[in-house]
């Protein structure tokens, strides 16, 4: 079965922080790459960050780099997207990802989604 499941979204004014839990099915999960994209309104899915399949490995957008910082519990099944310092501009719908790479990628699976909205 596969299951993405993404949390801890909500509202927040700038400058606050914010994280993102994805719990994803073992079958997902287990040696693969895991991420975040992004979905702002009128706007194209983007990627966000991304961490291979045994962490050592992390990818971010420009845009998120030294804000953002993206983890994984491999004894949990979790990803894990830390978000400090948010902007207006992060507000978006975040989407878990699990796939072959760390970068961006059409190739994969995306969860439902969970929302972030970042107030003035």
Do not use: H
Not at 4 to 21: N, P, Y
Not at 91 to 114: E, F, H, K, M, V
């Amino acid at each position: 079965q596969v299951q993405l499941v993404e949390s801890g979204g909500g509202l927040v004014q700038a400058g606050g922080s914010l994280r993102l839990s994805c719990a994803a099915s073992r079958s997902i999960f287990s040696g693969n790459a895991m991420g975040w994209y992004r979905q702002a309104p009128g706007k194209q899915r983007v990627f966000v960050a991304a961490i291979s399949s045994g962490g050592s490995n992390t990818n971010y957008a420009v845009s998120v780099k030294g804000r953002f910082t993206i983890s994984r519990d491999n004894a949990k099944n979790t990803v894990y997207l830390q978000m400090n310092s948010l902007k207006p501009e992060d507000t978006a719908d975040y989407y878990c990802y699990s796939g072959p790479t760390i970068l961006p990628t059409t190739r994969g699976y995306w969860g439902q989604g969970t929302q972030v909205t970042v107030s003035p």
